[in-house]
């Protein structure tokens, strides 16, 4: 048995080292999985396998905010420094997402501007990250744009996350009918906190309070089922509706 157990655990340690090879990692990750194939398979896998995968985006996204945590600028210095060592446009693709999710929209919108231009033109998750960083970046028209492209090409891409980048980028054009479409079939279709977030806050915005508190009613019914770690979760979200409801109160 332990014969077995130990052949599976070079196995995946093989499977990760031609993964990192293959994804231009740096080469340390070869050699800890090369010295402890057990142990560096399972930190390969959610530092770096997991998070680069197809996963469902929920995981997806629990894991990054759990790698975020543990080293903050650890993606964005990586980034840099494979662009660097390798200016391919998959790596700048790859620059410019690390600082969209560093926060620094103005940087990541010039970097996808650049690959716009490249042999990933048309790829559909270069376009949705280009998208989210034009609307961040204060170009909701030119992100309509390329989310207009992504939809025309692929309905069934991203569905919950585009409903909702659709409806952010109309609600900047002040285009609120168009809004209220996608964020209603955001919260229909898959009823995610996140949806119920985003439609309260356009609802807040545009005058729409009823609106708003029937979404923070779904959501409180969904919090009686949550545990501790659901609500670490989505801490941040509620602060944000909270915050937003706390704006219109003052105001009223």
């Known amino acids: 048995m332990a014969y077995l157990l130990s052949i599976i655990h070079i196995l995946f340690a093989i499977f990760f080292a031609i993964h990192a090879v293959r994804n231009n990692r740096e080469l340390y990750w070869v050699m800890i999985l090369i010295l402890f194939p057990m142990l560096g398979s399972i930190v390969y896998f959610f530092a770096v396998y997991l998070p680069s995968s197809r996963m469902p985006h929920q995981v997806r996204k629990a894991t990054n905010a759990a790698m975020s945590a543990l080293d903050p600028g650890r993606e964005l210095r990586e980034a840099k420094q494979a662009f660097d060592l390798t200016p391919s446009a998959q790596n700048q693709m790859r620059l410019a997402a690390a600082y969209l999710e560093a926060g620094d929209a103005q940087q990541a919108a010039q970097l996808y501007e650049g690959c716009l231009q490249g042999p990933f033109a048309n790829e559909k998750e270069m376009l949705y990250g280009a998208a989210r960083a034009r609307l961040q970046n204060g170009?909701?028209?030119?992100?309509?744009?390329?989310?207009?492209?992504?939809?025309?090409?692929?309905?069934?891409?991203?569905?919950?996350?585009?409903?909702?980048?659709?409806?952010?980028?109309?609600?900047?054009?002040?285009?609120?009918?168009?809004?209220?479409?996608?964020?209603?079939?955001?919260?229909?279709?898959?009823?995610?906190?996140?949806?119920?977030?985003?439609?309260?806050?356009?609802?807040?915005?545009?005058?729409?309070?009823?609106?708003?508190?029937?979404?923070?009613?779904?959501?409180?019914?969904?919090?009686?089922?949550?545990?501790?770690?659901?609500?670490?979760?989505?801490k941040e979200l509620l602060q944000r509706l909270d915050q937003a409801f706390a704006r219109v109160g003052k105001k009223a």
């Open 139 to 234: 170009q909701s028209a030119a992100a309509l744009e390329l989310l207009q492209k992504i939809r025309g090409a692929d309905a069934q891409f991203r569905k919950e996350a585009m409903y909702l980048l659709f409806g952010r980028a109309y609600a900047a054009e002040g285009q609120n009918a168009e809004a209220r479409v996608e964020f209603v079939e955001a919260v229909t279709q898959f009823g995610s906190v996140e949806a119920y977030v985003e439609y309260a806050l356009w609802a807040l915005s545009v005058g729409e309070v009823a609106t708003a508190e029937a979404q923070r009613d779904e959501i409180n019914k969904l919090k009686q089922h949550w545990n501790k770690h659901h609500l670490a979760f989505h």
